[in-house]
């Protein structure tokens, strides 16, 4: 996500009597929060019929998405549409590439994001994105966009779920994100090529603000078509997911907190023995201020944050996401260091 991640692998031997040459490999995957404050923002806005009222909330909260990377970063913001049928869209930036440097950022931020209502019904936010942040447009019309070391934020905000074909459909019409969901392009690749943008995948986080369906959270938004590839990358790059339905300036706050470097999920660089996972935040620890894993050793740095399943105050693992998301009060603040600490057998 925001935060550097520093993985360390230590070979642990262990002799067990029904398999001898048994051998766990024991990791350490860090975070720390808010460590690269360099940052450009994508927001992908879903400018089809139904978006209006939560377009002009979110315009009108802008100063509330900027306090917080106000505070913390040297930010650009860039906005593109879901629209991939209109020419004069897909995944062109609608308006300059907005940055700290400039002057009355709030006002053009909350002019940004008024895309309008036009856009296609066939909403393909991820394809947008991926068409905005590379070749040939990264170069072109969308040129200034990214900027070398920075992280990469995206924020995806839909009431509907994406129907990133890239062409596999023809003619058809959007019915066949329905019936026909095995054509999308998978989620999984388009976080590899997010992935290939970036030096560490730790500094790519992908934010959804969609309808988060009844698994994500107490209720959905009463839509028919929960965001679920939208929450799928956002999950898998430590992302959050928020209700798009919800208060404008509530969700602007969140969205602001979390492109600024606030994160509660933390994508494993290995897949994990669930039973051994250890979390712990507590200040950075450099490299080389300690052997190359805290693992195992007695008096570790960092508070320990206690597992519970129900989400509510502790750590939890997903092993659909193959990350570890921390709950309630033991969320680390800003310049925090996450240690997590598992075996692999």
């Not at 692998?9 to 262990?14: G, M, T």
């Not at 669930?274 to 979390?279: H, K, M, T, Y």
């Not at 502790?314 to 800003?334: L, Q």
Request: proline letters at 7%; a negative charge.
């Amino acid at each position: 996500m925001f935060p550097v991640r520093i993985a360390a692998s230590v070979l642990s031997f262990a002799l067990l009597a029904a398999c001898p040459d048994f051998v766990t490999d024991e990791v350490e995957d860090r975070f720390t929060l808010g460590a690269n404050s360099v940052v450009d923002v994508l927001f992908v806005m879903d400018d089809s019929n139904t978006m209006g009222p939560t377009q002009e909330e979110m315009a009108v909260a802008a100063s509330e998405f900027l306090l917080p990377l106000d505070l913390r970063s040297d930010w650009q913001i860039g906005v593109v549409t879901t629209d991939m049928e209109d020419p004069a869209r897909r995944g062109r930036l609608v308006g300059p590439v907005l940055s700290s440097a400039a002057g009355d950022e709030a006002a053009d931020l909350s002019a940004a994001l008024r895309v309008g209502i036009e856009g296609s019904q066939f909403e393909a936010g991820l394809s947008a994105m991926w068409s905005a942040l590379s070749p040939p447009l990264v170069t072109h019309e969308n040129d200034g966009l990214r900027r070398e070391g920075a992280r990469l934020v995206v924020i995806v905000v839909s009431d509907e779920d994406d129907c990133s074909d890239e062409g596999g459909f023809g003619q058809d019409g959007p019915e066949s994100c329905v019936s026909r969901p095995h054509v999308l392009v998978p989620v999984s690749e388009y976080l590899g090529r997010l992935h290939g943008l970036v030096d560490l995948q730790a500094d790519v986080t992908v934010i959804a603000a969609v309808d988060p369906g009844q698994t994500e959270g107490p209720a959905d938004c009463g839509g028919t078509s929960p965001g679920t590839r939208y929450i799928e990358l956002a999950r898998a790059t430590g992302g959050g997911v928020d209700r798009v339905c919800g208060e404008g300036s509530d969700l602007m706050s969140s969205l602001g907190a979390q492109a600024a470097g606030a994160q509660t999920g933390f994508p494993l660089s290995r897949t994990p023995d669930p039973a051994s996972i250890d979390v712990r935040v507590g200040d950075p620890v450099a490299e080389g201020d300690t052997p190359v894993t805290t693992c195992g050793v007695e008096g570790a740095p960092g508070e320990v944050v206690p597992e519970d399943p129900t989400r509510v105050q502790g750590w939890s693992y997903d092993p659909d996401s193959n990350a570890v998301r921390i709950h309630g009060t033991h969320a680390p603040a800003f310049g925090r260091q996450v240690r997590i600490c598992y075996e692999v057998g």
